[in-house]
């Protein structure tokens, strides 16, 4: 079965500093692993998705993260946090590359504070 | 805008009511999905359609029913609202493989069961 730890719950950077939400996954097969975020009371909103290729993946707003199959994780990094990075992030992963029954499976989340 | 358009946004219940989340998407997806969130949880997958015509378990089924109309709708009924029903419910639907692969969230629906 898969599944994802979200290895803290809350995360407090300064404005300008690096940003790091760490995730380890665990499959069974080759997962697809995605990174959202969830500002106050808002929706969810895709920031990057990992399907098998390249092992560095871009997001929007800067973000990236790199799959490392050795380490099982899927760490989350921005160079530079901006006040309005702060929100909940989710770090989610799903069996395959599509059909409804490659279901995403939720880390509990990060809440990242940003301190000016 | 194309997306996953939820309603209500916000309802309160009283125990033992019922009532029907909509959820509709204009993307052509097959497949549909309803979530809750609860603090400290994540979401959660409640039911899920593969494609029009089906609907399946997923891992907190009890106490929910989901009808797929057509395949731009997905509803989520609850008969009998009890308190630990109070969370945000979220529609989802996805398509494509490989790296298309990927789902559109709705905004939420935000029920509370007094």
């Known amino acids: 079965a898969q599944s994802v730890t979200q290895l803290d719950s809350h995360v407090s950077v300064s404005e300008g500093t690096p940003v790091l939400l760490r995730c380890n996954y665990s499959?069974?097969?080759?997962?697809?692993l995605f990174w959202y975020v969830q500002h106050p009371n808002k929706g969810l909103q895709l920031l990057l998705k990992?399907?098998?290729?390249?092992?560095l993946v871009k997001g929007i707003n800067g973000f990236e993260a790199e799959f490392k199959k050795s380490e099982t994780s899927f760490h989350l990094t921005k160079p530079s946090a901006h006040m309005s990075d702060a929100a909940e992030y989710f770090c989610?992963?799903?069996?395959?590359?599509?059909?409804?029954?490659?279901?995403?499976?939720f880390g509990t989340g990060t809440l990242l504070a940003v301190q000016p | 805008n194309a997306g996953v358009t939820q309603t209500p946004k916000f309802q309160v219940l009283k125990t033992g009511q019922s009532m029907t989340l909509q959820c509709a998407q204009d993307?052509?997806?097959?497949?549909m999905y309803w979530y809750r969130q609860d603090p400290g949880m994540g979401l959660r997958l409640i039911y899920y359609?593969?494609?029009?015509?089906?609907?399946d378990k997923g891992e907190v089924p009890n106490g929910y029913n989901v009808s797929r109309l057509n395949k731009r709708e997905f509803s989520l009924r609850l008969e009998s609202a009890a308190p630990s029903q109070t969370s945000v419910y979220f529609c989802?639907?996805?398509?494509?493989?490989?790296?298309?692969?990927?789902?559109?969230f709705g905004s939420g629906t935000r029920l509370t069961v007094v």
């Open positions: 990992y399907t098998s290729a390249a092992t």
């Open positions: 989610v992963v799903s069996d395959g590359y599509g059909g409804a029954t490659n279901k995403l499976i």
């Open positions: 359609s593969a494609s029009e015509g089906t609907t």
């Open positions: 989802a639907s996805s398509d494509g493989t490989g790296e298309d692969y990927g789902y559109t």
């Open positions: 499959s069974s097969y080759s997962p697809s």
């Open positions: 993307m052509n997806h097959n497949s």
